[in-house]
């Protein structure tokens, strides 16, 4: 996953696991000149929404071993990687990378949306858990979404 060698990168670079909001911004804006430093700040936004990060007194913590993720020669990320998923785009990945077929898939979710009368996001977790694929931390986020009224 792109979003995650990009995160890596400025704690390997580094060799911390936690690192100052501003370090990690001029990490990506001008040490890599990935991008700019808004959008170094819009990752971080990002990065936190997945799981990959974690704010405190300022600064990021990377909630994984940078140094596990493998870095390809010459990587530079994709622009797409400031695009925070939906819950439905993330269940539907984690259920194409355990080899679903995404056209089957959608359309088992879109039956089963309509059979439960919830949102497109809570019958895509719905299905990937009865199909045994993990989706982390997307199910508890849908599950607190249905105890907080929505669904």
């Given at each position: 996953?792109?979003l995650?060698?990009t995160?890596?990168?400025?704690?390997?670079?580094?060799?911390?696991?936690?690192?100052?909001?501003?370090?990690?911004?001029v990490?990506?804006?001008?040490?890599?000149?990935?991008?700019?430093?808004?959008?170094?700040?819009?990752?971080?936004?990002?990065?936190?929404?997945?799981?990959?990060?974690?704010?405190?007194?300022g600064?990021?913590?990377?909630?994984?071993?940078?140094?596990?993720?493998?870095?390809?020669?010459?990587f530079?990320?994709?622009?797409?990687?400031?695009?925070?998923?939906?819950?439905?785009?993330r269940?539907?990945?984690?259920l194409?990378?355990?080899?679903?077929?995404?056209?089957?898939?959608?359309?088992?979710?879109?039956r089963?949306q309509?059979?439960?009368?919830?949102?497109?996001?809570?019958?895509?977790?719905?299905y990937?858990?009865?199909?045994?694929?993990?989706?982390?931390?997307?199910?508890?986020?849908?599950?607190?979404?249905?105890?907080?009224?929505?669904?």
């Open positions: 996953m792109s995650e060698v995160v890596a990168v400025p704690f390997r670079q580094r060799g911390k696991e936690r690192l100052g909001e501003g370090e990690f911004v990490a990506l804006s001008l040490d890599r000149d990935w991008f700019s430093p808004d959008q170094a700040k819009r990752l971080i936004d990002v990065a936190a929404g997945r799981g990959l990060l974690d704010r405190e007194d600064d990021v913590v990377v909630t994984f071993d940078p140094d596990e993720v493998a870095v390809p020669d010459e530079v990320p994709d622009e797409s990687v400031l695009r925070e998923q939906s819950t439905f785009e269940a539907l990945d984690a194409v990378a355990a080899g679903e077929d995404k056209q089957e898939t959608v359309a088992a979710v879109n089963k309509a059979e439960l009368g919830v949102t497109l996001e809570t019958a895509a977790v719905l990937a858990l009865r199909r045994g694929v993990d989706v982390g931390d997307v199910a508890e986020r849908t599950k607190r979404g249905l105890r907080e009224g929505g669904g």
